[in-house]
């Protein structure tokens, strides 16, 4: 290749959407002199086949952040750029089957209000006017997110590459990273099977494949990535002409995206057909075993379709939206998708490596894409982000999170997608990873224990009779059992406290 680039600024790894939004994003805060490495084609890991769903809704200050500036991006994206795209803002409801989620809805929506974003609570006969072929007799309530919708991901990815083009920065396609080398200044040499590139920093934005491409930093301080890999399908039913009618009568509106949250899927209507996506807790993990290691290329490959495992949340949702059952499917995609132990990316310095980052484990990569980008063009260039973005630093693990841990951290995660996150709920899954040496004592104290960074750590002392069981935990109440037990165990102690403060106040008199 005569005009191979042997000197960048910044080198991203990964020309997925993350990737290809770091570059846009590096390129428009002025630093054009970046490159992007692709193995195959642009789009070749997760991002070709993704649903597309671009939803602003979190409990996360940071992934809320994150999706609603993605929203507001790929609004203007293809006029700023020049690349039409097929961005739909058809708004979105999500359905409420207990008081409980009707609460989760309330925070979510006043969050929302701090970043600009008009979420309203409908009742039910207000969805049913917007979304006519729903049943909603037994739902609570309604969270409508009006900035909700759907794009398509390979579009959105060629505009931000175009984009990142125009402004002079270089893409190079079918090119896969080999490894890396740091200098003695501590700048890189990335090595490609074209040549070598010398640059000040690396970016490992290689999706699924982000663990294996962060081995290459060990010899220079890093760690293994810490993340696994889910199997998700959604079914895109044929085309179901009462959907096309009522399009055709409300000027060519789509109907806004559903998620019934409490079942676990979401249903968006594709073309005149739907699009179904379920979040299954009977989940299947891939490439987690020596029997099923990881290929050196899956680029632009899906998996057998596995209805069986989702048979039940799609019987829900036929019962939900009858009209879905008037309709046979068309086409079944099932692909991959990176989780890191929490479900939340890997986005900022890496761990341990001087002048390297990663933009990584995106498992709602389009939702975030854009906001990533504008995040780690932050990090790269001001050493900081405008956002508070602690919830996705990849710093926030460290060396507790073994395969074991995150395949079983990953699954836990996928199967509860969409389940609340109470206050005082601890997930049960890969526990136990570090004990002190005076757990066994504390445990027989009544300690009922909580993980911290692996460590487990009282939350409080149960005495007999209490309820600590998973279930009692699942509320938004702050008066449960441990409410009384810490007041109990906290009330010697600010007596203590009274009594040192009352002392130290009259010597100094
Ligand atoms: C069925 C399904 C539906 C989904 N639906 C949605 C949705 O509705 N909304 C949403 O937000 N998300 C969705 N996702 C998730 C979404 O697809 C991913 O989060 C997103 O595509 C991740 O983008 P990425 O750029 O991080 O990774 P990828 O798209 O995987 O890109 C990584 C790239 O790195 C390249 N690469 C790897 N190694 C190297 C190397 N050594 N050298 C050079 N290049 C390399 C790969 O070829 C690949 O192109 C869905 C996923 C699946 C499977």
Redesign the pocket.
């Given at each position: 290749m005569s005009d191979f680039p042997t000197k960048a600024r910044v080198v991203i790894?990964?020309?997925?959407?993350?990737?290809?939004s770091s570059l846009y994003h590096l390129a428009k805060k002025g630093w054009t002199d970046c490159v992007l490495?692709?193995?195959?084609e642009?789009?070749?890991?997760?991002?070709?086949?993704?649903?597309?769903?671009?939803p602003t809704f979190s409990t996360s200050w940071s992934i809320m952040n994150m999706q609603r500036y993605s929203t507001e991006l790929y609004a203007r994206l293809g006029e700023e750029v020049d690349y039409p795209m097929n961005y739909h803002q058809s708004g979105s409801i999500r359905l409420a089957h207990t008081p409980e989620r009707m609460q989760e809805f309330e925070r979510a929506r006043s969050m929302g209000r701090y970043q600009g974003i008009k979420m309203e609570i409908w009742t039910p006969e207000q969805a049913k006017e917007r979304y006519p072929f729903l049943e909603t007799h037994d739902l609570e309530g309604v969270l409508y997110d009006p900035s909700d919708g759907?794009i398509a991901?390979a579009q959105l990815t060629q505009a931000l590459a175009k984009g990142a083009r125009d402004m002079g920065a270089r893409i190079i396609r079918f090119?896969?990273?080999?490894g890396v080398t740091q200098q003695a200044d501590k700048t890189w040499v990335v090595h490609?099977e074209n040549g070598d590139i010398a640059c000040d920093y690396v970016v490992n934005?290689?999706?699924?494949?982000a663990q294996?491409?962060g081995e290459w930093f060990k010899p220079f301080g890093g760690r293994t990535v810490p993340m696994m890999v889910m199997?998700?399908?959604?079914l895109l039913s044929e085309e179901v002409p009462e959907v096309e009618a009522w399009s055709k009568a409300n000027g060519g509106q789509k109907l806004p995206l559903l998620r019934d949250v409490d079942v676990s899927y979401?249903l968006r209507q594709e073309k005149h057909g739907f699009n179904l996506?379920p979040y299954e807790p009977n989940c299947r993990a891939h490439w987690d075993t020596d029997v099923d290691p990881m290929p050196e290329d899956f680029?632009f490959q899906l998996w057998n379709d596995d209805l069986d495992r989702i048979e039940d949340i799609v019987t829900d949702a036929m019962e939900r939206v009858p009209l879905m059952a008037t309709s046979g499917v068309a086409r079944v995609?099932?692909?991959?998708?990176?989780y890191a132990p929490d479900g939340l990316?890997l986005l900022g310095p890496m761990p341990g490596v001087d002048n390297a980052f990663e933009?990584?484990?995106?498992?709602?990569?389009?939702?975030?894409?854009g906001g990533a980008g504008k995040c780690l063009a932050e990090w790269s260039i001001d050493g900081q982000t405008e956002w508070d973005m602690w919830a996705v630093d990849p710093r926030r693990y460290t060396d507790y999170t073994d395969h074991d841990y995150c395949v079983q951290k990953g699954k836990e995660v996928y199967g509860n997608e969409y389940a609340m996150h109470f206050p005082h709920h601890e997930w049960p899954a890969a526990r136990d990873k570090k004990l002190s040496p005076v757990h066994a004592e504390v445990q027989q104290q009544g300690g009922v224990m909580g993980a911290y960074n692996g460590w487990e750590r009282a939350n409080w002392f149960a005495k007999e009779g209490d309820d600590t069981s998973e279930a009692a935990t699942h509320t938004w109440d702050r008066s449960g059992p441990w409410q009384q037990r810490i007041r109990e165990d906290a009330r010697p102690c600010v007596t203590m406290l009274a009594c040192l403060i009352c002392r130290g106040s009259r010597g100094s008199a």
């Open positions: 790894i990964g020309g997925g959407v993350v990737g290809a490495l692709e193995k195959n642009l789009t070749a890991g997760s991002t070709w086949h993704a649903a597309g769903n671009v759907d991901p090119c896969p990273a080999t490609t934005a290689a999706g699924y494949y294996r491409v199997s998700h399908q959604y979401y996506g680029s995609i099932n692909g991959p998708i990176p990316p933009a990584c484990v995106f498992t709602f990569g389009i939702a975030q894409g």
